[in-house]
């Protein structure tokens, strides 16, 4: 009597899990492509700096908004802020890179 109970109960339980496992892989096929890893500029710095170059080091468009540059110009400055452990050259270069986008120059290039 026991037996027929949970063979029926086994085969019910395979069935429902089945299903999910079916919808789940669905699901998972139908969502976007998003990539993995961001790529980062493999090259170094140019000897003077073009806006492309500052785009590329604040990770915005050569012509992107005012209020867009200035907002990657505090996230790239909190992560290497020489007060806070980062480098003087990276942080120069950040703020080279937002003087050249908004396009206020102060007596050339970096002091680097």
């Known amino acids: 009597m026991a037996t027929p109970l ?3 109960l086994s085969v019910a339980a395979a069935a429902m899990s ?3 496992l079916i919808r789940a892989w669905q699901a998972f096929k139908a969502r976007p492509a998003v990539p993995r890893a961001r790529r980062f500029y493999p090259g170094g710095f140019e000897r003077e700096m073009t806006r492309r170059e500052a785009a590329l080091i604040l990770g915005v468009r050569e012509h992107a908004a005012l209020e867009k540059i200035k907002e990657a110009h505090r996230r790239g400055m909190v992560a290497n802020h020489p ?3 980062g480098s003087h050259y990276l942080a120069s270069k950040i703020n080279e890179a937002k003087d050249m986008l908004i396009g206020r120059q102060k007596g050339g290039s970096s002091v680097f």
Do not use: A, K
Request: overall charge neutral.
């Open 6 to 8: 949970i063979t029926g």
């Open 18 to 20: 089945g299903r999910y």
């Open 83 to 85: 007060d806070g452990g």
